[in-house]
């Protein structure tokens, strides 16, 4: 099967209309779907049911699909990591994504351990809203990422656990909230005066709700402090807090584990030996 087979059935699949396909491609409507009728005499299967307003997949479809984008995606992914090669003129380094604002102590001890290594490489550290490092770890962006269970999608990597640890609210200091000893979820989405913030989705949009559109946890933080907004976040970032804001314990809050993950197929000696530290540590 052919990248170029692959893409055209993903662009069907999504546009779920041969026309609008076609016209996203770049080309005409009969070539592509004699290579779509092509693809599905080779597999054996119909990939489609065509009806007058478009087309809908089949289960076969649906498997196709999903596996297709993991492999355009891999695809993607080498032709990113070898042009970054060619860039670095050989030298050796190692791209590492994590959101911005989180897992900021345990990122500082794992740079400064790996940096001490006799086999260490450059590493460059790429900071991202939430929910964007596992996509910048598929496509190439990235080569090791730092993510958080049970947010983050972790499948076809493989992952070291790091850290288990509870979650806290972080909210303004003098609300009367900030008395409490604990509270539980339900009780830390519902205080009028605080709605959660909305991160946004990895195309950009947000979901709805009353909270603050946000981007970064700075800016997140200083709405705190404001009395805007309340935030949940593992119970390790009390450390890094400043005055004007209080911490309550969450007592039914799932717990949050973070991982450090990699592309299973990865060859990277840099990738290995960032890895290793992480678990030494």
Known sequence: METRELRYFVAVAEE???????????M??????????????RLGADLFVRGPRGVTLTSAGETLLREGRVALAAVEAAERRTRRTVEAAGRASVVLTAKAGASSELMAKLLDAFAAE????????????PGHQAPMLRDGRADVAILHLPFDDVSGFDVDRLVVEDQVLILPAGHPASARE?????????????????????????????????????????????????????????AGL??????????????VTTVIA??????STGVAGLVRTAARL
Do not use: F, K, N
């Open 118 to 129: 006799p086999d260490a490489v450059d590493v460059e550290v790429v900071l991202s809203p």
């Open 242 to 255: 400043r005055d004007g804001l209080a911490v309550v314990p969450l007592t039914d809050a799932p717990q």
């Open 182 to 238: 604990s509270m539980t979820v339900g009780e830390a989405t519902s205080i009028p005066d605080l709605p959660l913030p909305r991160w946004p989705h990895v195309d950009g949009s947000y979901p709805d709700g009353p909270g603050p559109e946000l981007r970064d946890l700075t800016q997140v933080l200083q709405l705190v402090r404001l009395g805007r907004t309340a935030l949940v976040l593992p119970e390790s970032a009390r």
């Open 16 to 26: 779920s209309h041969v026309g609008r396909a076609a016209r996203r491609l770049g």
């Open 262 to 267: 990699w592309p299973p197929h990865s060859t």
């Open 28 to 41: 005409a409507q009969p070539p592509l779907s004699r290579a779509i009728a092509q693809l599905e005499r």
